[in-house]
């Protein structure tokens, strides 16, 4: 339920060179590579871009590029060293930067959008005697859903994705800015500052809860008997669940109330699971690289490629952990969500067909308790094959993407 962005969108990861002045005036410049990571713990880095998840929390400095740190280092000979081609290749580092963090966002937001759609699917269609555990399952199942309702079957729910995003991502500003509950967490932190900055967490899902639940109904919502939303259903569908009014729900539909714990529980324990393994990540990728030592330029260009790379790994590596981790957990809190909202879904088994939503779940207890009597212990994992789908997805943009951009900055030296 978490965004998954890159912490270093915009420039990528702080590149700094050093100089060894050489006897005589006559030393040349090693570079060498500093990856100045931003501390996972920190939500503000999270949140530099637009994205995809109802809880999202992720600007980044300006980095300094090798260009620019070989610029500076340039032996003073008494020669006026060449300007034009260092100008195109710092730009194309900066371009590529730029792109590398575009692909990755596009992908887990956009492209990976069906992914969620069908996950969400499963994990509420308690009838479905095909878990979908596989991706091999899955990918055939959605080829059937795009044909009896279209490719705009399978991005239904989008736009409601991002608003509650930015509901969450004003909501924590303004609690941030309103209270002593830090945003961010420095390097030098306090059991206290931790607990403050969880409980800010904490407090964001709890607002954006009524907005959850109505853009996880649009996601689920079979396209065969729905009207088209508008844009800003998820708001007013929102606000009506929050003050009682608005469409009538069945009298399973669960208070609120009870939906904070397991949504707070939920949105707290997928933020700390990938903070901790991002930061373990991106201390095994600076402590297992070596310092770069002189080269010929294209080496020098790749590693420039190299640097934007680290966080983007640790991100996807961390966000994977998580979703596996607390993925029987977002079974049961969606099907609560979804208990009692009279919604009607598509059949998972064969994608034909349309099936009601119609649990009697008294709370978290009693629904982990029925899953596992009923279903089984997979029974939590109904629909996994799509995170797979969706990983596997999300890695062959990024290494593709890297390959393009590899190629581009080694033409540009």
Known sequence: MYSRRPQSFNEGLNVRSCEDAAAGGGGHAIPTRSWECADPWLAESRYRAPAPGPWGERQAPAATTPADSAGAAAPETGAAAPETGAGSTDQLNRFAGFGVGLASL???????????????????????????????????????????????????????????????????????????????????????????????????????????????????????????????????????????????????????????????????????????????????????????HPADASNSVQTVLDAYFPELIASFVANLCADVLVYPLETVLHRLHIQGTRTIIDNTDHGFEVLPINTQYEGMRDCINVIKKEEGIFGFYKGFGAVLVQYTLHAAVLQITRIIYSTLLQNAT
């Open 106 to 292: 596009f992908t887990e937001n956009v492209l990976a959008h069906p992914c969620i759609v069908f996950r969400r699917q499963c994990q509420v269609n308690y009838h479905a005697k095909n878990y979908h555990l596989t991706p091999f399952t899955v990918v055939n199942i959605m080829y059937h859903f795009s044909k009896t309702q279209g490719l705009k079957g399978l991005w239904k729910g989008m736009g409601s994705t991002f608003i509650v995003q930015g509901i969450a991502l004003g909501t924590e500003g303004i609690i941030s800015e309103l209270t002593p509950l830090p945003r961010e967490v420095s390097h030098k932190w306090s059991p206290k500052q931790i607990a403050g900055h969880l409980i800010l967490k904490g407090l964001t899902c709890a607002v954006a809860l009524p907005f959850y639940s109505a853009s996880l109904i649009e996601t689920v919502q079979s396209e065969i008997i729905k009207d088209n939303p508008g844009i800003l259903d998820c708001v007013k569908e929102g606000i009506c669940r929050l003050v009682g009014m608005g469409v009538p729900h069945s009298k399973r539909l669960l208070p609120l109330g009870v939906l904070v714990v397991p949504t707070v529980l939920h949105g707290v324990l997928h933020y700390i699971i990938s903070a901790i393994i991002q930061k373990f990540i991106l201390f095994l990728l600076r402590k297992k690289t070596p310092h770069q």
